[in-house]
Nanobody, 119 residues
Framework: QVQLVESGGGLVQAGGALRLSCVVS????????MGWWRQVPGNEREFIGA???????NYGDSMEGRFTVSRDNAKNTAYLQMNSLKPEDTAVYYC?????????????WGKGTLVTVSS
């Protein structure tokens, strides 16, 4: 089993920045990806970005630039740096851990952390 705990959310003014953290614990396989998603109530969960253990990243549409995903493998922690925040970035932000080798792999989610951007 794998557990994820996000932290770092809160209230920030438009134009500000936040860094979210996601600590993973449990049975962590060598080949894995850690990603960030966000969700506004009533909307589908939206992909922000993900990073695999060797540091390669990919981002969702229009996410790269203001959002940066990183990780510290020694600490089993992923980060989401968010800059130039806008009110429309207000959402619950979720961390996801995915192991993919051996297939088919499994996904695990954190409970989320709320980010509120005031205008």
């Amino acid at each position: 089993q794998v557990q994820l705990v996000e932290s770092g959310g809160g209230l920030v003014q438009a134009g500000g920045a936040l860094r979210l953290s996601c600590v993973v614990s449990g049975v962590i396989l060598p080949k894995n990806a850690m990603g960030w998603w966000r969700q506004v109530p009533g909307n589908e969960r939206e992909f922000i970005g993900a990073i695999v253990q060797n540091g390669l990243t990919n981002y969702g549409d229009s996410m790269e630039g203001r959002f940066t995903v990183s990780r510290d493998n020694a600490k089993n922690t992923a980060y989401l740096q968010m800059n130039s925040l806008k009110p429309e970035d207000t959402a619950v932000y979720y961390c996801r851990y995915s192991d993919y080798d051996p297939p088919p792999g499994k996904d695990y989610w954190g409970k989320g952390t709320l980010v509120t951007v005031s205008s």
